[in-house]
T-cell receptor, first 113, second 110 residues
Framework: SQTIHQWPATLVQPVGSPLSLECTVE??????LYWYRQAAGRGLQLLFY??????ISSEVPQNLSASRPQDRQFILSSKKLLLSDSGFYLC????????????FGDGTRLSIL | QKEVEQNSGPLSVPEGAIASLNCTYS??????FFWYRQYSGKSPELIMS????GDKEDGRFTAQLNKASQYVSLLIRDSQPSDSATYLC??????????FGPGTRLSVLP
C-alpha cells in the first residue's frame, strides 16, 4: 500500500531564516505531488504541484520554492521566511490516471517568530 | 476561476441525527468528486469518492452527485460526536488541478 511521509511535524523558525520541508511517498511510482498551505480556520491553498522529476508548477508567486529531485521526493524551501509564511503545510500525492483522489501527509505546523 | 463552494457552518446536529453537507462547483467539466474529513489540527482524510450521478453509500456515509445542477452532497447517518470535524469537498477535472472548497464545520452534540 502507498504511504506518504512528511517531516518535521512542527517547526518554529525566526523571520528571515531558511526553510526546508520534505515529503516522500512509498508504494507507488511517478505520482503527482502537491504542496498546500492552510492558514488557521481557512481552506487549502495550492502552492506547487509536480507531475514528474524536475517538473514544478507554481500556483502562487511568493518567497517559497519547490523541488522534486527524485520521483517520490518533494521538497518545499525558502531562503528567507516571512511572518506570513506561518501555517499548516500539507504534502499530498495522487495517481496519474483519472478519477484518483489526493492523499495527504500528516502536515507540518510552521510558526514564524 | 474554478470554484467549489460550501457553507462554512458550523452545522450543529444532535447525536443520532442525519447530517447533510452540501457543495456546489463551477467547472462543468469536473469529473470526479471527493469528500475529506479534517479533524482540528490534523490533515484531511479521504472518506468518499463519487464519479457518476446518483448516490453512493459506504457505511453511514452517502455521497450524492447531480452533475446537471453541479451539486454534491454528503449525508452522515446516525451522527456521532466523533464525526465532529471540518468536511472538505473537492472537484477534479482530469488534466487540471483539484479544487477544494473551504470546508463545512460539523458539530455533533451528545
Amino acid at each position: 500500500s502507498q504511504t506518504i511521509h512528511q517531516w518535521p511535524a512542527t517547526l518554529v523558525q525566526p523571520v528571515g531564516s531558511p526553510l526546508s520541508l520534505e515529503c516522500t511517498v512509498e508504494g507507488t511510482s511517478n505520482p503527482n505531488l502537491y504542496w498546500y498551505r492552510q492558514a488557521a480556520g481557512r481552506g487549502l491553498q495550492l502552492l506547487f504541484y509536480s507531475v514528474g522529476i524536475g517538473q514544478i508548477s507554481s500556483e502562487v508567486p511568493q518567497n517559497l520554492s519547490a523541488s522534486r529531485p527524485q520521483d517520490r521526493q518533494f521538497i518545499l524551501s525558502s531562503k528567507k521566511l516571512l511572518l506570513s509564511d506561518s501555517g499548516f503545510y500539507l504534502c499530498a500525492w495522487s495517481g496519474t490516471t483519472s478519477n484518483q483522489p489526493q492523499h495527504f501527509g500528516d502536515g507540518t505546523r510552521l510558526s514564524i517568530l | 476561476q474554478k470554484e467549489v463552494e460550501q457553507n462554512s457552518g458550523p452545522l450543529s446536529v444532535p447525536e443520532g441525527a442525519i447530517a447533510s453537507l452540501n457543495c456546489t462547483y463551477s467547472d462543468r467539466g469536473s469529473q470526479s468528486f471527493f469528500w475529506y474529513r479534517q479533524y482540528s489540527g490534523k490533515s484531511p482524510e479521504l472518506i468518499m469518492s463519487i464519479y457518476s450521478n446518483g448516490d453512493k453509500e459506504d457505511g453511514r456515509f452517502t455521497a450524492q452527485l447531480n452533475k446537471a445542477s453541479q451539486y454534491v452532497s454528503l449525508l452522515i447517518r446516525d451522527s456521532q460526536p466523533s464525526d465532529s470535524a471540518t468536511y472538505l469537498c473537492a472537484a477534479y477535472n482530469y488534466g487540471q488541478n483539484f479544487v477544494f472548497g473551504p470546508g463545512t464545520r460539523l458539530s455533533v452534540l451528545p
